[in-house]
């Protein structure tokens, strides 16, 4: 077995306080290792994105803890975090948020910049990254003239180009048509799943479960076979 | 950080109808306030021409004189006192008056005459035709040749006329820094003239103008002068009594101040609004950027770039504005009473600065408070 990208450790999160008090993750732990695409499923309300999001180091957890290969996710200050989030995770998110006033090539180019890179030398990696999803071509649009399928692979280059261990997807197929939804989803296990990636798919979508390795089931915050064993 | 900054600008100037709105805002309130102020500074440069043309490094007025217009007579053993003064090299009598001019058709034209010290003609005008000699010559007076010549029917080099029922001749034409603040022509003659010629009070001298040996006595000839009852000022001081006067004392002060704080407060408004919805119409971008790995530093880098960009193209836009419609004033008006100075240009500068600051601040608050966990959550 590939080694482990991912080991949550007892997670929860809770929102409100008082009679409002609202766990969306409850003791949550399992493990995700590299070459696995791994689906959260459940349920509207039921945790995920909140779980995705305390994984991939944006929304702190109440008690538990995020290991991402060796680091220990939350101890990390700010900037640090920051820095963690821009080198080790790729995020291709439901709306893509794209910068429409901004060309394709460019916006792929984002992660580079804040990396750091010279302006043309991240547009031109960018433009590498832009034909592994196969829109070299369309490099010098803006967002708005491309297709939804086509804006999400934009935004699967985006997150390409920061060089991440880790992908996230949120709902990577509700803005799509169920054809192009399924092309988007075995486009990135056949070109972006790679022996030090793993990727990590947040979907209520049922038609593409067929491209998980593997699936955890949530629901009211609590992963439903405790331990987030594979059911695929 | 000159790449991100570079996506900022991209990601300003290419939203183009809110770059154009913003610009828009900035460049009407620059202009409104380099407009004011150039305004102001043209207005007051008119009304202290008398003592920036005469040169004098030193007034004695009496100490309720505001501006060289209301002058109030000084005695003439003053003269003599301040002469005696230790410090001082010269003292000259300056006559200040009004008097009026019979035109060929029979009609009055009011003109300022100037009186200067028969010996030593002291504060005399730069000619343009004509020699200076030629001042002591019966009669003669030389007429300035600015905006308000032609009023007097553009008098030649011989030209006689009537002033206060006394004959005048043109023995000269002279040019001089700054023309008045009343649309009126200015005369030159000697002092013994102008008191002759222009009825007066038992005193005749208006102001004295005085040289001293050197800067630093300054102070003492002021302390000396004050102890005769009398104000010394610098030219420097004279210009700001007179300033100050027009500031507190006519209105015209309050008004412009009040017209260019509601040209800054317009800028304020329309820019901080507009920047703001820029910035909200973005706020998931920006919290997409700060998901990605842009850090708080980098966020604020960029809005700030953002509104100083904004703001110094106005600036330039409104700078520019202002100069080409004193341009077009001056080709109809040509004594346009407008002047755009540094002193102007760098207070609108400092003032769009509070504006980008101002914008850019309201801005960096919404943007640092973005949780990118509401960019998960849509």
Request: aromatic letters at 10%; a neutral charge.
């Amino acid at each position: 077995m590939a080694p482990i990208a991912i080991r949550a450790q007892g997670l929860t999160k809770c929102f409100g306080h008082g009679d409002v008090k609202t766990y969306a993750v409850r003791d949550v732990s399992f493990e995700a290792h590299f070459r696995e695409i791994l689906y959260i499923v459940g349920p509207s309300g039921s945790g995920k994105t909140t779980l995705l999001s305390i994984i991939s180091g944006i929304l702190r957890p109440d008690t538990g803890r995020v290991l991402v290969e060796d680091t220990d996710v939350w101890s990390l200050k700010e900037n640090a975090l920051a820095e963690f989030r821009l080198h080790k995770i790729g995020f291709v998110f439901q709306d893509y948020h794209l910068f429409p006033n901004l060309t394709t090539v460019e916006n792929v180019a984002i992660p580079l910049v804040l990396k750091r890179q010279a302006w043309h030398d991240a547009t031109r990696e960018a433009l590498k990254y832009l034909e592994v999803v196969g829109l070299g071509a369309r490099a010098n649009l803006n967002p708005n003239r491309l297709s939804g399928g086509e804006q999400q692979r934009v935004a699967i280059a985006r997150a390409l180009a920061s060089g991440p261990d880790l992908m996230i997807f949120d709902e990577p197929t509700a803005s799509l048509d169920g054809d192009t939804g399924r092309k988007i989803v075995e486009f990135v296990k056949r070109e972006v799943l790679s022996e030090h990636r793993c990727i990590v798919v947040v979907t209520h979508d049922d038609r593409i479960y067929e491209f998980a390795d593997r699936i955890l089931h949530m629901e009211d915050g609590r992963l439903l076979d405790g331990k987030g064993k594979a059911d695929a | 950080m000159i790449g991100i900054l570079r996506i900022a600008y991209k990601l300003l100037v290419n939203d183009k109808g809110k770059f154009a709105a913003l610009l828009m805002g900035l460049t009407f309130s620059v202009f409104l306030m380099i407009q004011m102020t150039s305004m102001f500074a043209g207005l007051m440069k008119k009304a202290s021409a008398t003592v920036t043309n005469t040169g004098a490094k030193m007034w004695v007025l009496d100490p309720a004189v505001t501006n060289v217009q209301s002058a109030i007579p000084l005695p003439d053993y003053l003269l003599d006192a301040v002469r005696s003064i230790e410090g001082v090299k010269y003292a000259v009598p300056l006559y200040s008056g009004g008097a009026l001019v019979r035109l060929k058709d029979g009609t009055y034209q009011p003109v300022t005459v100037l009186g200067l010290d028969d010996t030593s003609l002291y504060g005399r005008p730069q000619l343009l035709e004509g020699k200076i000699e030629d001042i002591y010559a019966e009669n003669g007076f030389v007429v300035v040749k600015d905006e308000e010549y032609s009023k007097l029917e553009n008098p030649r080099m011989g030209t006689e006329f009537e002033l206060n029922d006394n004959r005048g001749v043109i023995v000269g034409t002279a040019k001089v820094p700054a023309s008045g603040l009343f649309g009126i022509p200015t005369l030159y003659t000697t002092f013994n003239r102008a008191v002759q010629y222009i009825p007066s009070m038992r005193y005749t001298i208006s102001f004295i103008l005085v040289e001293p040996q050197s800067m630093a006595d300054v102070g003492r000839i002021q302390q000396a002068v004050a102890r005769l009852g009398y104000d010394a000022l610098t030219e420097r001081g004279l210009i700001d009594r007179i300033t100050d006067w027009y500031i507190y004392h006519t209105g015209l002060g309050t008004n412009l101040l009040l017209m260019t704080a509601i040209a800054f407060l317009v800028g304020l408004s329309i820019s901080g609004q507009t920047f703001y919805t820029f910035v909200l119409e973005n706020i998931d971008k920006f919290g997409a950027l700060k998901a990605i790995g842009a850090k708080g530093r980098e966020l604020v880098a960029m809005i700030f770039f953002q509104a100083t960009l904004t703001g110094i193209i106005g600036y330039g836009l409104g700078v520019g504005l202002c100069a080409l419609l004193i341009a077009l004033a001056r080709l109809r008006l040509p004594d346009y009473a407008s002047i755009i100075t540094y002193g102007n240009l760098i207070f609108a500068f400092a003032m769009v600065l509070v504006i980008s600051a101002f914008s850019g601040y309201i801005a960096v608050r919404k943007v640092l408070r973005i949780d990118p966990y509401d960019i998960f959550r849509g």
